[in-house]
């Protein structure tokens, strides 16, 4: 049957059935479809027919999976979904949880790559932190003993290692920039912007040294026992230890400012405050006095500590208000702590 006698034999038909259908050929279902496409009979396209700024604002609605799926549907819809702004949308709803988000303001610019392409790297990026995927590793060979503790902050990776040695590494290059040699080092910080960095040991010092002229500037003791955390500060330079002791110094004079009680395995001074984590609760103390100022129960360990610094530095002035800052971020905490699988990873670090 050629196509002209069946479009005449389908005109005598008011009704297709099931049964009829089932018997036509797949040519004849063909010529079938395209007749009644002719005759606008087929299905209507709603999205198709919107003008694109409607259509566009509609698939933004839209995951990634269900765009890629509309964009098999046909030519208009792929061409809706290759729309730079639907991209551009959700660049913006990726970063939305970063410590230092981007703004509307921040992508105005297109990017040379182009939205989608962003975005694809971007989800790939999410895709293999939350599966633990390493992408690129870079071996840091120096230290003859185990590593004792480490602190990057951009591309500067201090370590602290049992063979006598705090190294400064440049994470970029792989290079050690410096070996500053002592004792059997528990811990390390830094401050980049001072230009300083700090080790403790476990014979009960700590010590602060120049990276800028590689002295050292000084030597605190006071501890009875291994110390086991240090932070630094513009002003300060805290340590906790074994003997349920924090002391706190004015690592510019020497002066030791305060001795507080308290069992801590980890501190962080913001400004005046020195925070302080224990096994089952988390304290805030004023510096200049050493009272406490904050105190609550804390079951989250160092998952939840690791929050709390990073929200607490993500605000402009964190020593203002801590305590409502501290209630506000304690339910998140709570929240993170229910998933059992989570997984910790360092986000600065992955910038």
């Known amino acids: 049957m050629s196509s002209n006698d069946f479009e005449s034999a389908l005109s005598k038909f008011k009704v297709l059935n099931r049964e009829q259908l089932e018997d036509c050929t797949p040519h004849e279902l063909y010529t079938l479809q395209q007749a009644l496409q002719i005759k606008n009979y087929g299905g209507f396209d709603i999205v198709g027919t ?51 988000s981007i703004t509307a303001d921040d992508i105005k610019n297109i990017p040379k790559e ?25 071996f840091l060979k120096g230290h003859k003993d185990r590593i004792t503790d480490s602190k990057l902050k951009g591309n500067i990776l201090v370590t602290g290692s049992a063979d006598r040695t705090v190294r400064i590494w440049n994470v970029d290059t792989g290079q050690c920039e410096h070996i500053f040699s002592g004792n059997v080092f528990s811990c390390v910080d830094f401050l980049p912007e001072e230009k300083i960095i700090a080790a403790s040991t476990y014979f009960r010092s700590s010590f602060l040294w120049s990276t800028e002229t590689k002295e050292l500037l000084g030597e605190f003791n006071g501890h009875v026992s291994a110390v086991r955390c240090i932070s630094l500060s513009k002003s300060f330079i805290a340590s906790c ?12 004079s020497g002066e030791k400012i305060a001795t507080i009680p308290a069992d801590s395995i980890a501190v962080r001074i913001f400004d005046t405050t ?37 929200y607490l530095s993500s605000i402009e002035n964190p020593h203002d208000g801590i305590y409502e800052q501290m209630l506000s971020s304690l339910p998140v905490v709570k929240k993170l702590s229910n998933y059992s699988s989570v997984r910790v990873f360092d986000f600065d670090a992955r910038k």
């Not at 509609?58 to 809706?80: A, H, P, T």
């Not at 230890?241 to 510019?252: C, E, L, P, Q």
């Not at 009272?291 to 160092?302: A, K, V």
């Open 274 to 310: 020195i925070l302080s984590l224990s096994s089952q609760k988390i304290e805030a103390f004023d510096i200049n006095d050493g009272t406490c100022i904050f105190s609550s129960p804390f079951e989250e360990g160092l998952v939840g500590w690791s929050y709390i610094q990073n």
């Open 241 to 252: 230890a074994f003997d349920g002791s924090v002391i706190v110094w004015n690592w510019k």
């Open 114 to 138: 182009g939205w989608e392409k962003l975005y694809s790297r971007l989800y790939r990026r999410e895709v293999n932190w939350n599966n633990g995927r390493v992408q690129k590793l870079r």
């Open 50 to 100: 919107l003008p694109l700024e409607l259509s566009v604002k509609i698939f933004e609605y839209l995951d990634c999976k269900d765009l890629c799926s509309c964009r098999e549907v046909c030519q208009k819809w792929r061409g809706i979904t290759k729309d730079s702004t639907i991209w551009r949308s959700k660049c913006l709803e990726m970063h939305y949880h970063d410590k230092e």
